[in-house]
C-alpha cells in the first residue's frame, strides 16, 4: 500500500523560527522543525509535504490542493490561527485528518491568542510542546489514521 501523504502548512513569520522570539518559540529554525516531522513520519510510513506562507489566502489554495490527494493536514497557522475564518471553511472542506499544533501554549498567553477558529474543524490540537510538536503531531495523526 502506498504511504499516506500528510501536508504540513506552516502559516504567518513561521519563517523566521529560530530568530522570532526565541525564548517563546525555541532556537529551531521551521526547516529543523519539518526535518522532525519529515523523520518521525518515515518511521510512521507516512510521506511529507510541507508549504509556508505568510497570506493566509495561499494556505487556502494548499488545503484545496490537498483535497482528494492528502489523508491529512498538520497545521500551525500562526497568528491566522486566531482569526482567519477563510482556514477554517477550508479545513471543513477538506476530507481527512486535521491536527492543529503550535509550539508555544497559546491559552497561556495573551486573551486574543486564546481563540482559535481552528480548533472546530481540528481533530485535535497539540500545543506547548516546543520542539516535540511536530514528532507528537506526526504520532498524532499516524494512530488518527489507522482508525
Ligand atoms: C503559534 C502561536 C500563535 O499565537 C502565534 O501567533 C504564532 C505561533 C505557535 O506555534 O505557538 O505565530 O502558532
Known amino acids: 500500500m502506498a504511504s499516506p501523504l500528510v501536508v504540513i502548512l506552516s502559516g504567518a513569520n513561521l519563517n523566521l523560527l529560530g530568530q522570532r522570539e526565541p525564548e517563546i518559540y525555541g532556537s529551531m529554525t521551521l526547516d529543523d522543525h519539518v526535518a522532525?516531522?519529515?523523520?518521525?513520519?518515515?518511521?510512521?510510513?507516512?510521506?511529507?509535504?510541507?508549504?509556508?506562507?505568510?497570506?493566509?489566502g495561499a494556505l487556502v489554495e494548499?488545503?484545496?490542493?490537498?483535497?482528494?490527494r492528502a489523508k491529512g493536514i498538520i497545521i500551525n497557522p500562526g497568528a491566522f490561527t486566531h482569526y482567519a475564518w477563510s482556514l477554517h471553511d477550508a479545513?471543513?472542506?477538506?476530507?481527512?485528518?486535521?491536527?492543529?499544533?503550535?509550539?508555544s501554549q497559546p491559552q497561556a498567553r495573551e486573551a486574543w491568542r486564546h481563540t482559535s477558529v481552528i480548533a472546530p474543524?481540528?481533530?485535535?490540537?497539540?500545543?506547548?510542546?516546543?520542539p516535540?510538536?511536530?514528532?507528537?503531531?506526526?504520532?498524532?495523526?499516524?494512530s488518527l489514521l489507522k482508525r
Not at 36 to 56: P, R
Not at 91 to 103: K, P, T, W
Open 36 to 56: 522532525l516531522a519529515k523523520s518521525a513520519a518515515k518511521d510512521a510510513g507516512i510521506t511529507i509535504e510541507h508549504v509556508q506562507s505568510n497570506e493566509a
Open 132 to 142: 516535540q510538536t511536530y514528532p507528537l503531531a506526526i504520532s498524532a495523526m499516524a
Open 62 to 68: 494548499a488545503i484545496h490542493a490537498a483535497r482528494g
Open 91 to 103: 479545513l471543513s472542506a477538506f476530507d481527512g485528518v486535521v491536527i492543529e499544533a503550535h509550539l
Open 121 to 130: 474543524v481540528a481533530d485535535g490540537t497539540i500545543s506547548g510542546f516546543g
